[in-house]
């Protein structure tokens, strides 16, 4: 079973939602974990506007609780999926030489934008960005 983790800011928007998004599109074939690199919302729900953009999508973000990124968290993934570069540069910083192969983009090429302070139709889009992401990162052979 293929294991990754999804990591943004503060794990309140875009990571619960790729992970939500990646644990249904993936099934049995793989275990979703997100967190976020500051502890701001820690033990929080995600936020209300992406909450109802997951909604509009099938997806039910009400039982997520935000967590700040542990090493032990960056041991147990075989991915780590940054939301974005700042956050992945972030990662590069903190993770060490064992994990660092395990790093890239969660949309390869490009930012997932952060949507905060924005309003709901930019998390709409967010949310609809990350969901077609979700192809980038299943193994067709695995389903």
């Known amino acids: 079973m293929r294991k990754l983790l999804t990591v943004c800011l503060g794990n309140y928007c875009r990571s619960p939602f790729a992970r939500t998004a990646l644990t249904r599109r993936g099934g049995a074939a793989m275990t979703v974990r997100s967190a976020g690199l500051i502890g701001k919302w820690q033990d929080q729900p995600a936020n209300p506007s992406m909450i109802n953009a997951a909604r509009r999508l099938g997806l039910d973000l009400?039982?997520?609780?935000?967590?700040?990124?542990?090493?032990e968290m960056l041991d147990w993934a075989d991915d780590v999926l940054a939301m974005d570069a700042a956050v992945l540069d972030t990662l590069?910083?903190?993770?060490?030489?064992q994990n660092a192969?395990?790093?890239?983009?969660?949309?390869?090429?490009?930012?997932?934008?952060?949507?905060?302070?924005?309003?709901?139709?930019?998390?709409?889009?967010?949310a609809v960005l990350i969901e077609a992401g979700t192809a980038l990162h299943i193994d067709r052979r695995l389903l």
């Open 101 to 126: 192969h395990k790093l890239g983009l969660y949309l390869r090429d490009r930012d997932v934008p952060d949507p905060m302070g924005q309003g709901d139709d930019v998390f709409n889009e967010c």
């Open 92 to 97: 590069r910083a903190i993770c060490g030489e």
């Open 62 to 71: 009400a039982p997520h609780r935000a967590q700040q990124i542990t090493l």
